[in-house]
């Protein structure tokens, strides 16, 4: 079991967009369940204190998760994603959009476009993950926001999920 889980974060603002990298101790199966059904997703994506709640997920091309997170005296941020291509347990592709409660989105802020790739190196997984912005100016909004720190987080307890499930 490795304990010095990487993490790079970096930003590329020619291109509009925020690159991510991180290994988690479990095998390729489990770190693809955990990004891909809704009630594992609700145990780690939002970080703490926050609290994901997902109100609907149908996990296929063309498919959507809606979700809010959920802050600790239960004001709701909504998003949806919507998924545009899956490889299973290799990659999948989404937009990422604010939204209200039924889904409808919040035209005061983009979309932000993912693209997560995860490939096993023995015992751990890499997850390689590209989000791209429309505008540079979005991004820096997001980064602002605390998207490194909230995901960063989020990531923390994601893996506490794999320790738990390996005792």
């Not at 490795?2 to 390729?28: G, Q, Y």
């Not at 009630?39 to 063309?62: N, V, Y």
């Not at 005061?108 to 100016?137: C, H, M, N, P």
Request: net charge negative; charged share 25%.
């Amino acid at each position: 079991m490795k304990s010095d889980l990487s993490m790079n974060f970096s930003v590329d603002k020619e291109n509009k967009t925020v690159t991510i990298k991180r290994e988690f101790n479990a095998p390729v199966a489990n770190v693809w369940s955990a990004w891909t059904e809704a009630e594992i997703l609700d145990q780690w994506w939002a970080p703490a204190p926050f609290k994901s709640k997902t109100k609907r997920m149908e996990f296929k091309e063309g498919g959507q998760r809606l979700y809010a997170m959920v802050n600790p005296e239960g004001g709701e941020n909504w998003a949806v994603f919507d998924y545009t291509s899956i490889s299973p347990k290799i990659n999948f592709k989404h937009s990422s959009t604010f939204c209200d409660a039924e889904g409808n989105p919040n035209s005061a802020f983009g979309s932000s476009y993912w693209d997560i790739t995860f490939s096993g190196q023995g015992d751990f997984t890499v997850v390689d993950i590209a989000i791209k912005r429309d505008s540079l100016e979005e991004l820096e909004k997001i980064i602002e926001m605390g998207f490194k720190e909230g995901f960063t987080s989020a990531m923390k307890g994601l893996d506490k999920i794999f320790v738990e499930n390996t005792k």
